[in-house]
Structures are given as structure tokens and as C-alpha cells.
């Protein structure tokens, strides 16, 4: 009796930390110095986010120089025309964190206008899990997607095919999530 407590115990402290990691924190451009102008098209942010699956409950990183740079959170309308006047949030502290809270797109543009016009900006994506879960061992279905951007006349950012690591998390929650119950059922 006493090694099957152990061994519940022990799976009931992985699916918590499974629950965890499910959510993640994503440095803007995969390195702390991408908030800034491309070098070309190719090396836009909205380039470099069209490889990720970004989930709800996922937080973006940016790492800049506060004293010539920040971060504005903008309407569809402020990004396409890099205005800056009146962003929903302005961030310039020069290590921004933003936890994306709900499904749907988001766009952000730098707080220098000229910065923006010459292509200092991200419009991402944020995909919903299907059941109106965001993340843990109980949500073992594929997420659906957000609302298209297309439809919101703005740029696309497609998400990466195939499944990624917070997916794969989240089926190993649920197959642990099933021997538990098994283990305590024998």
C-alpha cells in the first residue's frame, strides 16, 4: 500500500510540473538583440514567428535598449500605419514581458515611428486550445486556430506545422494522467 502511495505521489507531482511547462516564455526574434530594424524582408520578426505555435498562456520576451527603443502594443490599424500616438500598452523598460491572454492576433510596433515604418514591428498569432482549455494534462486535443488575419486585413503569419514541445507535454500529461488513475484503481 505504502509503495503505491509513493507512486501516486510521484506522478501527481510530474503532471504539476507538467502544468508548468506548458506555458512558455519566447525571447522576440529567438535572440535578445532582434527588436530593431531588418537587415532585409527575410530576417522580418513576422518571418521569424510564422515557425512557432504560439499559445495562449505563452509570454513574449523582448530585450532592448530602453534608451533608444520601446514597445508598443497597437490596434490592426496603428500597425499598418506605424502610428504611434495612442497604443493600448507602452513598455520601455528594455526587458518587456507581455503574457497573451487570449487567442486571436496581436500586434506590436517599436515606440520610434521611423523604427516602424522601416519594419521594427511583430504581428503574431496566438492559437486557442479546443475545449476552451489553455494548457495542462487535460487538454490532449490539437489546438484550433485563431481568427485569420487575412480576414483582419493584415499580414499573415502562419504557424509551424507539425506538433511542438508544449503539445507534446501535454500528451504525456495525458497518458500519465491515465496510469494514475489506473494505479489507484488497482
Not at 510540473?17 to 537587415?39: A, Y
Not at 520576451?61 to 500605419?81: F, G, R
Not at 521611423?114 to 495542462?136: A, D, F, Y
Request: charged share 15%.
Amino acid at each position: 500500500m505504502a509503495q503505491r502511495t509513493l507512486v501516486a505521489t510521484f506522478f501527481l507531482i510530474f503532471f504539476l510540473l507538467t502544468n508548468l511547462v506548458c506555458s512558455k516564455e519566447i525571447i522576440v526574434g529567438g535572440k535578445t538583440s532582434s527588436w530593431k530594424i531588418p537587415s532585409s524582408p527575410s530576417e522580418s520578426l513576422n518571418k521569424w514567428a510564422e515557425s512557432l505555435r504560439i499559445r495562449v498562456g505563452d509570454t513574449l520576451v523582448w530585450k532592448y535598449d530602453e534608451e533608444k527603443d520601446s514597445v508598443l502594443q497597437v490596434t490592426k490599424d496603428a500597425y499598418i500605419n506605424c502610428n504611434t500616438t495612442n497604443p493600448a500598452a507602452n513598455y520601455s523598460n528594455g526587458d518587456t514581458k507581455v503574457k497573451l491572454e487570449r487567442s486571436g492576433p496581436y500586434f506590436f510596433i517599436s515606440g520610434s515611428k521611423s523604427n516602424c515604418v522601416e519594419g521594427e514591428k511583430l504581428h503574431i498569432v496566438v492559437m486557442s486550445s479546443r475545449g476552451g482549455h489553455t494548457g495542462g494534462f487535460f487538454t490532449g486535443s490539437s489546438p484550433s486556430p485563431a481568427p485569420s488575419p487575412a480576414l483582419l486585413g493584415a499580414p499573415t503569419v502562419a504557424p509551424a506545422s507539425g506538433g511542438s514541445a508544449s503539445s507534446l507535454t501535454r500528451q504525456v500529461g495525458v497518458l500519465g494522467f491515465v496510469g494514475l488513475l489506473a494505479i489507484v484503481l488497482l
